[in-house]
């Protein structure tokens, strides 16, 4: 077969379409996540001219809903640091797309959005008006559904542009704060040959990445070593490995300790001396220096209070969060930069500084305030095991089923963190701060492509697993032989719903009522025999003394059949 510098010398040119996908590949995108549509022939075209004329492209997908695909590009990146893209159909997709990008947007996760645009021409052009969609689904700014969403949109307006915009497109994307990007394709424009020369060049443009900067570190190094009772806040993990080892050796060395309240990734290994309790209220009740990092809502002001001359450091690729218009948590040294690099830092400095106070007798004192009170979250959830289980005996059983396998649990309104024992950086995911369910099945498909061989876990609410589109779901891990686990913490209501209302109003009338208005989901579906709609292994598990046996032959079926797999937990409303 011809190379691309063999093409390029006889001028050749293929689809827009295809050059696109070209591009795609040539930059490093490994799959496209995609649902067709009547925008799509250009691309479909562009696919099989390509694989007639032998030129790389990247592996195309058929996803058939976008939410799934919007999940699996988010969770491709979790587990390999590559963006991927997403290709939806016109305004209708997009807007499917829409909350996978303000969960993308949320925490950080790059990835390259596109949809199809309308044709503008009801006649005499190739790729112009065929069918009443075409009128249907015109809009005067089909951006806007997802412009508050993404770092940046554009519209592919020429068909020679398209190397430009890719590369463009992944360097916005890829440059922190990371986060998704947006470009609209017009069909006539995809129709229109594009000039080879130039697709398979290496990235013509590269991405920014905050460097720590060395006065902020200094001064925060300064700041901690002075402390008498400083205390870390992590909610989205410590950036890489590297960054997981540099803050967990950091801590070690100078005695701090660590809360992940409501975390989104593993930041410390869950029973480490260091790992504090997920509450903030007796941490900060003490703190005179406080580390937060990468944290969205480190504590809540409405119940948590900084002592006056608290001084608060926030380091992250966006510490200020600028995205978000109101969030005033103070920052009194604020450090942009990609968290490990930030950490690694950090920890070189304070090296250099002597502490202000004994760190041997603050290590011991948290090693064992640290200690009692993870003894008692496991004691309590020992206690949930029954009938009805509760979600810490749920989370405690698989822990241990688990045992030192290599996995990666996600929870979305599922598993809480505090029962099991993670020492994994890739451990642990909680869904996004921004709430957008329906995002721990397909992202746990996206990880589990990226990673054939790893133990994938989703546990997800009832609620959430119907916000995922499931019939969507199973039949994608069914299509791509994709193993998971899938546990359903079953309460046959909103849970997450019920909590905040009676956070709210502890004795209203809501929290009394025999059934809070709103919150059930009675009567629950069968869901065991959605999964078995696409031949996955399914049970149900109401009594707690069963759960570890279910778990162990799920996952027995997994390593034997490497097909997915489906547990249906009851567990207490």
Known sequence: MDSNIERQARGETMTAGGALLARLKAIGIDYIFANSGTDFPPIIEGLAEADAKGIPLPEAIVIPHESAAMGMAHGY??????????????????????????????????????????????????????VPIGWGQEMRDQAALVREAVKWDDELRFPEHVPQMVDRAHAIAMS??????????????????????????SLQMEAFIHA?????????????????????????????????????ALVEEWAIPVCQYWAVQLALPSDHPMAAQADPEPLLAQADVVLVIDALA?????????????????????????????????????????????????????????PATDIERRSATLTKRNGEARAAVLARAETGCAEPMTKEWVSLALSKTIGGRPATVLSELGCPLAPMQIADHRG????????????????????????????????????????????????????????ILLIIVNNAEWG??????????????????????????????????????SRAYAERVERGGDLEAALAGAIRHIDENRSMALLDVRVRA
């Open 428 to 483: 642990w995911y909680q869904e996004p701060h921004s709430g957008g369910l329906g995002w721990a099945f397909p992202a746990a498909l996206g990880m589990q492509l990226a990673d054939r061989d790893r133990l994938v876990v989703a546990t997800m609410g009832d609620g959430s697993y119907i916000f995922s589109n499931p019939v969507a779901c199973h039949q994608i891990a069914e299509a791509l032989a994709l193993p």
């Open 77 to 130: 990146y979790l587990a390999t640091g590559r963006p991927q893209a997403v290709m939806a159909h016109t305004n209708v997709g997009l807007a499917n797309c829409a909350i996978g990008a303000i969960n993308a947007a949320t925490e950080h996760i790059p990835l390259l959005l596109f949809s199809g645009k309308t044709p503008a021409s009801e006649m005499g052009h190739l790729g112009s008006r065929t």
């Open 496 to 533: 997450a719903v019920r909590q905040s209302v009676v956070g709210i109003y502890p004795d209203g009338y809501a929290a009394k009522a025999n059934r809070m208005p709103l919150t059930s989901l009675s009567p629950i579906p069968d869901f065991t025999k959605i999964a078995q709609a």
């Open 212 to 248: 720590p900067d060395p006065r902020a570190i200094e001064e925060a190094a300064r700041l901690l070593a002075c402390a008498r009772q400083p205390v870390i806040f992590a909610q989205r993990g410590a950036g890489s490995k590297h960054g997981f080892a540099a803050l967990r």
């Open 176 to 201: 922190t704060p990371r986060g998704p990007v947006y470009m609209s394709l017009p069909r006539e424009v995809l129709c229109q040959p594009c000039p080879t020369e130039g697709l398979g060049a």
């Open 298 to 354: 480190p504590w809540s002001p409405d119940i948590h209070s900084l002592n006056d001359g608290c001084k608060v450091i926030q380091l992250g690729q966006d510490p200020l969060f600028q995205r978000f218009p109101v969030r005033y948590f103070p920052s009194h040294v604020t450090i942009a930069c990609d968290v490990a690099d930030g950490l690694a830092a950090l920890r070189a400095a304070m090296s250099r500084l002597s």
